[in-house]
């Protein structure tokens, strides 16, 4: 009984088996059959009906997301890529490893056909890197620039059907914002010049010519090694944070979403120290904007919408740019109506249209910083809140900035020949940059480094108390002079009108021509009435000479008479 129930099963096992294989051979050969008998269309056309139709079956959904949609990059697929490179599990056996090199950090991501599991509000997701090839196309780098593919590299992204909503709507969204975080995070700074030849370069939307060059920018500054005044610096680090916060609250509001820095101050105090490490904060790349390389406002405008977003704009010693010169005295007024016959040139309002004109809303969470070393030159129009919202004097170093650069150089927190330096710094100008030099200089015994640099603040203590004597030894000299002069000219002005014959008059109209230099004033007086008197005289002279031809004339005539 046990044997029949065995060999039932036995031959029951081998028609199926024998079945599946017939159906299997049948199927290769009505396969190789289709292939020889229809058309390639045909075939495509009935393995598609053949998915749909699985597809109906089931209850997934699969979304393709492609590399590239037309010639741009997508920008979901580069948001999956990102976030998924940083989720790489310990159990998978391939990885691929890569780094251009202008990147700081090593780039690892996944082999194609790994399956990757996501969850979100308790939804199973599921991804597929998986490539096809194509012809060749032409498409466009992250820089501007192009470049040709072979092939198109895709992630099918599978979930049930009910969830569609929830994964274009919520999801997606969602990977997005994670993947900007994490490339902030991961960025390498790039630092740009308009130097216009050659380089690594971004190109406008309109010409597609170069207008930006660079590098990358691996400067070291941060908020912690700044020497500045601690209640100046916790300020900006409070204003830039709101700053970059409050994106809906400008849109509200309906403002562009920008700010404005002025830093202002001596040569070496460290402002462009303060715009790296706002850069190195924020992972904003940074503009510098050379003027006297820019010829008109068009190229001006060029330049600035060129700039990404989540930049800073950097314009140094902008006092040195005449048309940003105060307008109110009359030789900075002079300047600036001779430089306006020209037609290449950048202008006043060339630059205010795009810090609050219609040009300043053409990106997001920019910041622009104007720097110069005397904020009493520039023009206040461009010094109003909208423009330059937030003015930072870097002065000369302070006690707490020296304490700063003492703890970045000599890793002192504290030591008792601060007392005397710190007195020594409130009476002595000395920009930070002069007290860094003055440390690194030094040798390994701290006594010995804080020494020479009281022995540096007497010596510059007496060079500046002697330069004050000077100046005011000549300033009370020149007084003098003028005092003198002034007797002189009153002198000899006062002899000259003895000898002339000179209205009021004409003499208030005289010193009135010259009323903003009083001694041009006098000199032009005393000139108008030695022509007066040198006048005068010839008149007198002529008058002379006719009354003596008279006298002759009468004579001859009484001889006659005789």
């Known amino acids: 009984m046990e044997s029949f129930s065995s060999g039932s099963e036995m ?13 299997v051979a049948a199927m290769m050969v009505f396969r190789s059959m289709a292939y020889n008998l229809f058309p390639k269309e045909v075939l495509e056309y009935f393995n598609a009906s053949i998915k749909h139709y699985i597809a109906r079956l089931t209850f997934r ?14 920008e979901v697929y580069e948001a999956a890529e990102l976030v998924f490179a940083s989720r790489i599990s310990t159990g998978l056996t391939r990885l691929r490893v890569s780094k251009p090199e202008k990147q700081k950090e090593f780039s690892v991501l996944r082999e194609t056909n790994t399956e990757i599991v996501d969850k979100f509000n308790r939804v199973e997701l599921r991804w597929v890197p998986s490539f096809r090839k194509v012809d060749t196309m032409k498409v466009k780098q992250e820089v501007g620039e192009s470049s040709y593919i072979g092939k198109i590299r895709y992630f099918e992204l599978s979930f049930h059907k009910n969830h569609k909503d ?25 630092l740009f010049t308009n130097s216009g030849k050659g380089g690594y370069s971004y190109y406008d939307y309109d010409s597609r010519q170069r207008v930006w ?31 970059v916060k409050r994106r809906d609250y400008y849109r509200r509001v309906g403002k562009a979403w920008k700010r404005g820095y002025l830093l202002y101050g001596p040569p070496g105090t460290g402002k462009s120290s303060l715009v790296a490490a706002m850069a190195n904060y924020l992972k904003f790349d940074i503009y510098d904007l050379e003027l006297t390389a820019v010829h008109s406002n068009s190229e001006l405008r060029k330049l600035l919408v060129a700039t990404g977003n989540r930049s800073i704009l950097v314009v140094e010693d902008i006092d040195c740019s005449i048309g940003f010169h105060h307008r109110s005295t009359k030789a900075n007024q002079g300047l600036i109506n001779a430089r306006k016959k020209k037609r290449d040139e950048v202008t006043l309002s060339g630059m205010l249209n795009f810090l609050d004109g219609l040009w300043s809303s053409c990106g997001d969470e920019r910041i622009i910083v104007f720097m110069t070393n005397r904020k009493e030159k520039l023009d206040p129009a461009l010094l109003r809140p909208g423009r ?8 000369y170093c302070t006690p707490c900035g020296f304490r700063q650069l003492s703890s970045n150089y000599l890793g002192l927190g504290d030591h008792f020949l601060f007392r005397d ?23 390994v015994d701290t006594n010995d480094v804080l020494r020479h640099f009281i022995e540096f603040l007497k010596e510059k203590k007496e060079d500046m108390e002697l330069k004050a004597k000077k100046i005011r030894t000549k300033k009370a000299k020149k007084k003098i002079e003028g005092k003198l002069d002034e007797k002189v000219l009153f002198k000899e002005i006062k002899d000259l009108i003895r000898s ?19 001694t ?41 008479e005789l």
């Open 61 to 74: 959904l699969t979304l393709v997301i492609d590399e590239y949609e037309g010639l741009e990059m997508n």
């Open 500 to 518: 002339t014959k000179v209205t009021t008059a004409e003499m208030v109209h005289q010193l009135l021509m010259n009323e903003d230099n009083p």
């Open 213 to 243: 060059t660079s590098v990358n920018l691996d400067h070291p500054a941060t908020f912690e090694t700044l020497a500045m005044e601690s209640r100046i610096k916790h300020a900006v680090l409070d204003d830039v944070d709101q700053f």
């Open 421 to 443: 330096i710190e007195d020594l710094l409130i009476t002595a100008e000395i920009t930070p940059a002069e007290v860094a030099e003055q440390l690194l200089r030094g040798g």
């Open 11 to 23: 031959s029951w096992g081998t028609a199926i088996f024998s079945t599946v294989g017939s159906l």
């Open 166 to 190: 929830m994964v274009i709507n919520s999801y997606l969204p969602h990977l997005i914002e994670v993947a900007k975080s994490l490339k902030q995070q991961k960025k390498t700074l790039i």
């Open 388 to 395: 330059m919202d937030f003015h930072v004097m870097m002065s």
């Open 520 to 560: 041009n004033a006098f000199m032009n007086l005393i000139e108008f009435l030695k022509v007066n008197k040198r006048q005068t005289e010839d008149l007198e002279t002529a008058a002379s000479t006719e009354e003596d031809s008279d006298f002759l004339l009468s004579s001859e005539d009484s001889e006659i």
